[in-house]
């Protein structure tokens, strides 16, 4: 049997170490995991008590259309229904446009560093990557649209990005999407829009009505606290979705996640709470950066990425041996940083006690 030629050197997605395995691992009873961008404040209790009540229906399948949660986002988007498409956490959705746009002899453009999830996918289909890198943690926005050319099919645009943090303003959105050919799909994931402060971030749904090749991806996974529950979306105009809509699995949303993402999106005050103690759990870190001299970009995401002058691996080793599962920056473009999730108040000041006595 032979598969993919593409496939044979691409390894799988490295998710953070399970809390489980630094456990047996370590001999630890104590473990706090800060890897994977998830919220510690949990999930909103009204999407807890949904999902109970679900309970008795898991011998149904789901909804193929996710008719319900359909319906109650797009009111609160102010979009129409046929403008969403829903996936198995937005990683899906990325899997589905690479899917329905890329094939070998056609080509994509992305930052570097980035989600590592749309060269991975791109990798699959055989298609070429142009990776244009990042200035300052910022994307090169001028350098990306030159990279276009006839066979050009998608940009990726993470905003705010991972694992930097940083985000495109408004004004330079708007002159990058006047720049780029229709023929061009580009994609703005905005997997931590609900954590965003910044004044001039852009207000991004209305251009699906003016650009006919634009799709919005956010998530349940980060704000919601739905991680394990696995539902995105995807905005986009009517014609866009339903022309990849065939590429999209049938009961891809399960019951459970479409019954929490439901009530989840209906308690907007848990999400406020949860961005406004997220941007003071940004603050201690901000504050301990300055203290010890250490570079580092203001974030927009509920993480941050610092630059501790020295291999990140060993970092990221003296914290998983104290039970704080971090993300070394080795394996995210940035070999002497290490990314930290914000976490609760009390997370933050024990994990920046640890660092304290380490770079001391």
């Known amino acids: 049997m032979q598969i993919k030629d593409q496939l044979t050197n691409l390894k799988p997605y490295q998710p953070g170490k399970p809390i489980e395995e630094v456990k047996k691992e370590y001999n630890l009873t104590h473990i706090v995991k800060l890897a994977s961008n998830e919220n510690p404040y949990?999930?909103?209790?009204?999407?807890?008590k949904a999902i109970q009540d679900e309970l008795n229906q898991l011998a149904l399948y789901p909804d193929g259309y996710s008719a319900q949660l359909r319906e109650s986002l797009a009111r609160f988007l102010k979009v129409e229904e046929n403008e969403i498409i829903f996936g198995n956490g937005s990683d899906e959705i990325v899997q589905i446009i690479c899917r329905a746009f890329l094939k070998k002899g056609t080509n994509t453009v992305m930052a570097t560093p980035t989600f590592p999830q749309y060269r991975h996918n791109a990798v699959i289909e055989d298609a070429d990557i142009k990776e244009i890198p990042l200035i300052n943690g910022n994307h090169d926005l001028d350098s990306m649209l030159a990279a276009i050319d006839e066979q050009t099919k998608v940009i990726w645009l993470c905003s705010p990005n991972n694992p930097t943090g940083t985000y495109i303003n408004e004004q330079s959105l708007h002159a990058f999407m006047n720049k780029v050919p229709d023929h061009?799909?580009?994609?703005?994931?905005?997997?931590y829009y609900e954590y965003v402060t910044a004044s001039d971030f852009p207000v991004t749904l209305p251009l699906i009505k003016e650009?006919?090749?634009?799709m919005i991806l956010r998530t349940f996974s980060?704000?919601?606290?739905?991680?394990?529950?696995?539902?995105?979306?995807?905005?986009?105009?009517?014609?866009?979705i339903k022309s990849i809509e065939p590429a999209r699995e049938p009961f891809n949303t399960n019951r459970l996640g479409q019954t929490a993402a439901l009530h989840a999106l209906s308690d907007q005050e848990f999400i406020k709470q949860c961005a406004e103690k997220n941007k003071q759990g940004l603050e201690q870190f901000y504050q301990f950066s300055k203290e010890h001299g250490l570079s580092y970009y203001p974030s927009e995401g509920n993480f941050i990425l610092i630059d501790f002058n020295r291999d990140a691996d060993e970092v990221f080793q003296a914290l998983l041996e104290k039970g704080y599962i971090v993300r070394s920056g080795k394996a995210l473009g940035f070999p002497t940083s290490i990314r930290i999730t914000i976490g609760t108040k009390e997370q933050n000041e024990e994990i920046l006690q640890i660092l304290t006595e380490l770079i001391s």
């Open 184 to 191: 061009v799909l580009v994609i703005l994931d905005e997997a």
């Open 42 to 48: 949990g999930s909103s209790e009204r999407a807890k």
């Open 211 to 214: 650009y006919k090749n634009v």
């Open 222 to 240: 980060k704000a919601y606290g739905l991680a394990a529950l696995r539902v995105g979306y995807g905005i986009a105009n009517k014609e866009l």
